[in-house]
C-alpha cells in the first residue's frame, strides 16, 4: 500500500509538472508580454535658416523649453543692411514708376490730340508697366531680407527637453545645419518589441501595463495604435529606414521581433525619458 501511494505521489507530481510546464511554454510562446520595450518620442532638429555666428544662446543643457522660446540669436546685422538697401530700392523703383506715370499721362493727353503718334504713346505705356513691374520686384526683395531677418532668432517650435547642447555664443552655424536636439513631451509613446509568434494575439485598441526598469512599482497604462509591418534584415534585402530589431535566443529558432506601438494613456506616475526600459504586458480581447 505505501509503495501504490509513493507511486501515486509520483506520477502525480509528474502530471503537474508536466501541465505546468506546458502552461509556462504557452505563456512564454504566445501570450503577449515582454521586458523589451523601450521609451520612445520624436526629436525635433533645430537649423537655422540663415547663416552667421551667434551673438547669444540664452538655453542650457536638459532645460526644459516652452514653444516660442528663445533658442539662439545669430548676428542680424548683414541682414539688417540687406533690409535697409532693399528698403532703398523699393523707394527708387516707385520714384520711377511714378515719374513713368506721370509721363504716360502727358503722352495719353497729346495722344488724344493726335499731337503725337501711336508709337509715342504705346511706348510709354510700356515704360511705365516696366516702372511698376519693378516695383513689385524691389517689393518682393524687401520681404525676402526681411524675412531673413526674422530668422536671425530661432524659436522652440514646440514644448520639450532640450538635450546634448553642446555650443556657445560665437559659433558660427550654416543655414539647414541641425545644431540642437529638442525632445517633443508631446509624442512620448512606448514601443514594445513582440515575438512574431505573439504579435497575432495583438490587435489596435488592446490595453496595455507599462512598467519602466526602477519603477515597478508605479506601472502605467497605455493603449495598442499598430504594430510594425518591417523588420531591417542583414542580408541587405531591406532599406535602412526601418527597424532593425536584434534577434533573441528562443530555442533552436531565433524568431523576429516587431515593434509594436503603444500609445500611453492618462499621466505616467514618473518622468519619461528616450531610451528607458520597460516591460509591457498586453491584456488581449
Known amino acids: 500500500m505505501k509503495d501504490g501511494y509513493k507511486y501515486a505521489i509520483t506520477i502525480v507530481a509528474v502530471v503537474v509538472a508536466i501541465a505546468a510546464a506546458c502552461v509556462l511554454y504557452h505563456r512564454y510562446s504566445v501570450t503577449p508580454w515582454t521586458r523589451d520595450g523601450q521609451v520612445r518620442a520624436n526629436i525635433v532638429g533645430i537649423a537655422p535658416r540663415v547663416a552667421g555666428p551667434i551673438i547669444q544662446i540664452p538655453i542650457k543643457d536638459n532645460q526644459p523649453v516652452k514653444k516660442g522660446d528663445l533658442l539662439f540669436e545669430i548676428d542680424p546685422s548683414t541682414f539688417q543692411d540687406a533690409v535697409n538697401n532693399a528698403a532703398a530700392k523699393v523707394q527708387q523703383a516707385e520714384a520711377q ?39 513689385v520686384a524691389a517689393k518682393a526683395q524687401l520681404a525676402t531680407a526681411q524675412l ?3 530668422y536671425t ?31 517633443d513631451t508631446s509624442s512620448f509613446w512606448i514601443a514594445g518589441y513582440f515575438k512574431e509568434t505573439q504579435i497575432s494575439n495583438i490587435q489596435p485598441g488592446d490595453k496595455v501595463k507599462v512598467a519602466l526598469m526602477g519603477h515597478a512599482s508605479q506601472p502605467f497604462e ?27 535566443i528562443d530555442w533552436v529558432q531565433l524568431p523576429q521581433r516587431f515593434p509594436v506601438r503603444i500609445e500611453i494613456t492618462g499621466k505616467p506616475p ?16
Open 153 to 183: 532668432k530661432v524659436f522652440a517650435p514646440v514644448d520639450g527637453y532640450l538635450t546634448n547642447v553642446n555650443t556657445s555664443a560665437g559659433t558660427y552655424v550654416s543655414a539647414g545645419s541641425e545644431l540642437l536636439a529638442l525632445v
Open 222 to 248: 497605455g493603449v495598442v495604435q499598430s504594430t510594425g509591418w518591417a523588420v531591417f534584415i542583414q542580408d541587405g534585402s531591406s532599406v535602412e529606414l526601418i527597424p532593425a530589431v536584434a534577434q533573441t
Open 97 to 135: 514708376s511714378l515719374e513713368a506715370q506721370q509721363n504716360l499721362d502727358r503722352q495719353t493727353a497729346l495722344y488724344k490730340t493726335n499731337v503725337i503718334d501711336q508709337q509715342a504713346y504705346q511706348d510709354a505705356q510700356d515704360q511705365y508697366s516696366s516702372a511698376a513691374a519693378n516695383v
Open 270 to 285: 514618473v518622468p519619461l525619458r528616450i531610451g528607458q526600459t520597460a516591460s509591457v504586458a498586453v491584456e488581449t480581447r
Open 148 to 150: 531673413n531677418l526674422g
